[in-house]
């Protein structure tokens, strides 16, 4: 149930970044980056109010990997474009392919997971 909740809340802040970026892209700022970043803060906050669905009441190894490996992936690689915007520097050397292979990942995890559920439904 705790997983579920935490999965909520960053679902709640994904998507508030996500309206928050889109509207700056449309009135602040133009760079092509704020729209990226909306695209994916509002795609991974859908993604985690479906995990949060499919997750309660079950613990799932890869349920949480996957989840681990998107938000961490997604504050990496959100957070490097943004640093580039606003300070014109990077979060750090490498930071976005990090984030965008760790979200790969995480994408993948959740896949397997899916494979587990299809193959095993009354298991988990």
Same mark, same amino acid.
């Given at each position: 149930?705790?997983?579920?909740?935490?999965?909520?809340?960053?679902?709640?802040?994904?998507?508030?970044?996500?309206?928050?970026?889109?509207?700056?892209?449309?009135?602040?700022?133009? #760079?092509? %980056?704020?729209? !990226?970043?909306?695209?994916?803060? $509002?795609? @991974?906050?859908?993604?985690?109010? *479906?995990?949060?669905? &499919?997750?309660?009441?079950?613990?799932?190894?890869?349920?949480?990997?996957?989840?681990?490996?998107?938000?961490?992936?997604?504050?990496?690689?959100?957070? #490097?474009? %943004?640093?580039? !915007?606003?300070?014109?520097?990077? $979060?750090? @050397?490498?930071?976005?392919?990090? *984030?965008?292979?760790? &979200?790969?990942?995480?994408?993948?995890?959740?896949?397997?997971?899916?494979?587990?559920?299809?193959?095993?439904?009354?298991?988990?």
């Amino acid at each position: 149930m705790k997983f579920s909740g935490l999965l909520l809340i960053v679902a709640g802040l994904s998507g508030f970044m996500g309206v928050a970026s889109a509207a700056m892209a449309a009135h602040v700022d133009s #760079d092509p %980056y704020m729209a !990226l970043i909306s695209q994916f803060m $509002l795609v @991974h906050g859908l993604l985690y109010v *479906g995990m949060a669905a &499919m997750v309660k009441g079950k613990q799932s190894f890869l349920a949480k990997a996957s989840a681990g490996f998107l938000v961490v992936g997604q504050a990496l690689f959100c957070g #490097d474009l %943004y640093s580039r !915007l606003s300070t014109g520097e990077r $979060l750090f @050397h490498f930071a976005a392919p990090f *984030g965008g292979g760790s &979200m790969m990942v995480g994408w993948l995890f959740l896949g397997i997971w899916g494979l587990q559920i299809y193959l095993k439904p009354n298991e988990l």
